[in-house]
């Protein structure tokens, strides 16, 4: 199988803003000499705590952010050195998903035009009516009425959100798909909807995907292979069932201890 | 210690809760469960007078047999922090950004004549030793913004405690949090809760962390009561379509490679909800009486308030 997605040991530092004149500035190693690789049809999860890197480290493989050093691979192709107009146009072959649904829509621009914004940078030249019913489409795809297509994002409830922003992110039909917490915000009977949705593609589609949360119930529901991250390093990685039920690092044995299991389990 | 008795909760004629009752005896926790807009947020508000004006509340709410309800504003500020200790999902809006957190810790006991300021700056940092923050001497003169989430949760958690409350609310205490600290803080709180033989009421969304923490758990779905009982019990065999839909939607060890099981629809706004029911329209069991009648409370290995209670066919 083709890798989709491949990094070579990224690495990817801040420097904090220093407490007083005196104080050296602090020096933030956010991601440490990371390498992973997705195929088509896999999901790679992603868990950590907060400033383990995860969020920095999904910027860097969508080219948000430029790695310190290290190389990055979109479809066999390599991307770290291109300038920003040679990404554009790679862009619509790796799409990404956020927490917040609504803090991604914006909330003046009609459902039917923030699905097609992708579109429209993708293909410029797409006819009116083809272009409406390409989001019609995709919009049926992730559950939705095409009849939802004038209204607004505040007129819908936060799993319709997601569906429409995971629409935004496909229309393209992307190869790879990073999710960075995408069903954290919702309550658990709609959450349910989003994991089921995001399966089906990746068998439709077959989507690479990265998928990134702090809730290890749901990585090892939806991935066939899992990083574990701390302070910025891979502290652990192999076939997610495999993690959990023989952990190798204390930190992953840790979490894993830590996870709230319902009694029936 | 708690009782709360027909609590009914309108807002502008629309009810938010409906006919609420539960009890919580000396040093328990009762596991209160629900998804957003079930209303268990407001019955939290409603146990410490702080609802949103235009809500109208009706029934009883005993706390040591007085009437929280029938009290005026100033006798509820004088149990407010004193007799019920409060913590919040994000202790940042809580705590004040520009205060020192032994000022903080110490201010209840002041305000409510409990000590002197000096023996409060001494008691708060006793109090931080217990809640398990190292160096209290030092940390008292620390400001909210130096600490971490996980340390602002347990100051939180001492502030609550300070004046030795008979009930302590947490309202998603731990939602915020990594599951590391997030194992600490709810142990911490268990070992508090014992120790100091608080009501414990424990509100979340997450049926995991209900688990850990509460022996007695009420599910709540559009303000109304579906099915209560031994926390244990409840997520073994529960007998209400809603907690059975719940614990089908949330995935686990076993359920890899198969469809999870979303409960149909989202949640519609309180208005919209059905008269008997609220969970009519979603529920796989409804029927027309289902839609108009309220459901009776059935008893067997747990209370469930359902016309068609029963395993999972």
Redesign the interface.
């Known amino acids: 199988m083709t890798r989709v997605l491949e990094a070579r040991n990224l690495h990817k530092s801040y420097i904090l803003p220093r407490a007083s004149w005196w104080e050296q500035r602090a020096r933030i190693e956010a991601v440490r000499d990371v390498s992973l690789h997705v195929q088509a049809g896999e999901t790679l999860g992603i868990v950590g705590?907060?400033g383990s890197g995860k969020s920095t480290l999904a910027r860097l493989l969508m080219a948000l952010e430029r790695p310190d050093s290290g190389r990055l691979f979109w479809q066999g192709e390599e991307i770290t050195a291109l300038s920003a107009a040679e990404l554009r146009a790679r862009r619509h072959g790796i799409q990404m998903v956020f927490q917040d649904p609504y803090g991604s829509l914006d909330p003046r621009m009609r459902i039917l035009d923030t699905v097609a914004e992708p579109l429209d940078a993708a293909e410029p030249g797409l006819a009116r009516e083809q272009r409406r019913a390409r989001v019609a489409e995709m919009l049926e795809r992730v559950g939705l009425n095409a009849d939802m297509l004038v209204r607004y994002p505040h007129q819908f409830?936060?799993?319709?959100r997601q569906r429409i922003a995971i629409a935004r992110a496909l229309i393209t039909r992307p190869r790879i798909l990073v999710a960075d917490e995408p069903a954290s915000a919702l309550?658990?009977?709609?959450?349910?909807?989003i994991?089921?949705l995001l399966?089906d593609l990746k068998l439709e589609f077959g989507l690479a995907m990265v998928f990134i949360s702090?809730d290890?119930?749901?990585v090892?529901?939806?991935s066939d292979r899992m990083m574990v991250m701390q302070h910025g390093l891979v502290v652990e990685e192999g076939e997610?069932?495999r993690v959990?039920t023989v952990p190798g690092h204390p930190y992953t044995r840790?979490?894993i201890?830590?996870?709230?299991?319902?009694?029936?389990? | 210690m708690l009782r709360v008795e027909h609590l009914r909760i309108r807002f502008r004629g629309t009810p938010i809760l409906r006919d609420l009752s539960f009890a919580i005896d000396r040093g328990e926790a009762l596991g209160l469960v629900g998804?957003?807009g079930s209303g268990k947020s407001m019955a939290a508000l409603a146990i410490m007078g702080l609802l949103p004006p235009g809500m109208e509340a009706s029934g009883r709410i005993l706390l040591d047999s007085e009437d929280l309800l029938a009290l005026d504003e100033a006798s509820l500020c004088s149990i407010r922090g004193r007799r019920i200790g409060m913590i919040f999902q994000e202790p940042m809006t809580a705590l004040n950004p520009v205060h020192r957190i032994g000022e903080q810790i110490a201010e209840p006991l002041v305000l409510h004549g409990v000590m002197e300021h000096a023996e409060a700056l001494r008691e708060a940092e006793s109090l931080l030793e217990r809640v398990g923050i190292e160096e209290p001497c030092r940390r008292l003169h620390s400001y909210p913004h130096e600490l971490s989430?996980g340390q602002r949760q347990r100051v939180m958690i001492a502030m609550a405690m300070s004046c030795k409350p008979a009930l302590l609310i947490a309202d998603e205490p731990t939602s915020a949090l990594?599951?590391?600290?997030?194992?600490e803080i709810?142990d911490l709180l268990r070992d508090l809760r014992l120790q100091e033989g608080m009501a414990t009421l424990f509100i979340s969304?997450?049926?995991?962390?209900i688990?850990?923490v509460a022996r007695h758990t009420l599910v709540l779905y559009g303000g109304a009561a579906m099915e209560t009982g031994d926390?244990?019990a409840l997520?073994?065999q529960p007998r209400h379509p809603y907690t059975q839909?719940?614990?089908a939607?949330?995935?686990?060890?076993?359920?890899?490679g198969t469809?999870?099981?979303?409960?149909p629809g989202?949640?519609p706004p309180a208005r919209l909800l059905a008269e008997g029911c609220p969970f009519h329209g979603r529920c796989p069991r409804g029927d027309a009486r289902c839609a108009a009648e309220q459901p009776p409370l059935t008893v067997e290995h747990t209370r469930a308030w359902c016309f068609h209670p029963g395993r999972v066919e």
Do not use: C, W
């Open positions: 705590e907060s409830s936060g799993g319709q309550d658990v009977s709609i959450q349910a909807q994991l089921n399966s702090h290890l119930g749901i090892r529901y939806l997610t069932e959990f840790a979490l201890a830590a996870m709230p299991k319902l009694a029936t389990e | 998804e957003s989430g990594d599951v590391t600290v997030q194992s709810l969304h997450d049926l995991a962390v688990a850990r926390t244990i997520l073994r839909g719940l614990l939607a949330l995935p686990h060890g076993r359920s890899k469809r999870l099981q979303p409960i989202f949640v």
